[in-house]
């Protein structure tokens, strides 16, 4: 961990206080649940950052704010993809009941020990599709726990490697979700979420390491390049639907106790329209 990390790392250790860590040692305590960030009346998360984490890239905007924000996210603790499993089971934890998951686009909570490849179970979803790039499951973008989440093993093989847009039929089993040959809509409670994420992945990942460039373009046709759409509608998504307690409480899980880097469009949502 660099020393510009450990500056700002040790104020947000509260949250999900009690965590097994992927080395395979329990902690000493059971598993919290998820405390959602303070509201009114206290600091909120994104301004004390301000001041440390993202104090490089305030009062710049376009090129010069994604530069210096690839800068800053890309300080990151890099997972395998076998411990990926374990990280899902804390930074998606159900805030009413900690012993389940929450999937993300049926939206449904199941157990943490219901994780597998069989129907009914939960895996590893690419929200940024591995196939769009090649990375696979290889260390970086493979495993990045910014844009991996539970999802219905039957939910996540007809998202496949779709491109986000509105429309299409409705995806079975997952209320909310359409599709259709091209692309893939997820439910409303989610959209902004799936916009951030992809997001994020465009910025962390600048082709400047062994990883292609990964951009996001306005087509839903990208196949294998390192694309993903439709950016405006993505754009749209992530006005629409502002991160909530949940996605801010999973960023704040990730920086503290497993990648140390956050997602920058939690923070300040605003950026989006800055850069794009």
Do not use: C
Request: hydrophobic share 35%; net charge negative.
């Amino acid at each position: 961990m660099s020393s510009r990390r450990l500056f700002y790392a040790r104020p947000l250790l509260a949250t999900a206080a009690s965590v097994a860590v992927l080395t395979g040692v329990a902690a000493t305590a059971p598993a919290a649940t998820p405390t959602p960030p303070a509201t009114t009346g206290t600091t909120s998360p994104a301004a004390a950052l301000d001041d440390t984490y993202y104090q490089d890239a305030l009062g710049k905007t376009g090129a010069a704010l994604r530069s210096s924000l690839h800068t800053i996210i890309s300080d990151q603790t890099k997972l395998s993809y076998t411990q990926v499993w374990d990280a899902l089971k804390l930074t998606d934890q159900d805030p009413a009941n900690s012993s389940n998951v929450i999937l993300l686009y049926t939206g449904r909570s199941q157990a943490k020990t219901g994780n597998g490849g069989d129907a009914g179970d939960w895996n590893r979803e690419h929200v940024w599709a591995k196939s769009h790039g090649d990375f696979g499951t290889a260390t970086g973008p493979g495993t990045d726990i910014h844009h991996l989440r539970p999802e219905d093993v039957g939910v996540n093989s007809v998202r496949g490697n779709k491109d986000f847009d509105n429309g299409g039929s409705a995806v079975s089993g997952a209320p909310g979700n359409f599709t259709d040959g091209d692309s893939f809509e997820p439910r409303d409670a989610v959209k902004g979420d799936v916009a951030r994420m992809i997001l994020y992945m465009a910025v962390r990942y600048e082709g400047d390491d062994s990883f292609a460039d990964l951009e996001p373009n306005d087509s839903v046709s990208n196949g294998s390049a390192p694309n993903i759409g439709r950016l405006s509608v993505l754009k749209q998504w992530s006005q629409e639907d502002p991160p909530d307690s949940f996605e801010q409480n999973r960023n704040e899980v990730i920086f503290d106790r497993f990648q140390h880097n956050r997602n920058p469009f939690i923070d300040h949502p605003e950026w989006v329209e800055a850069i794009w």
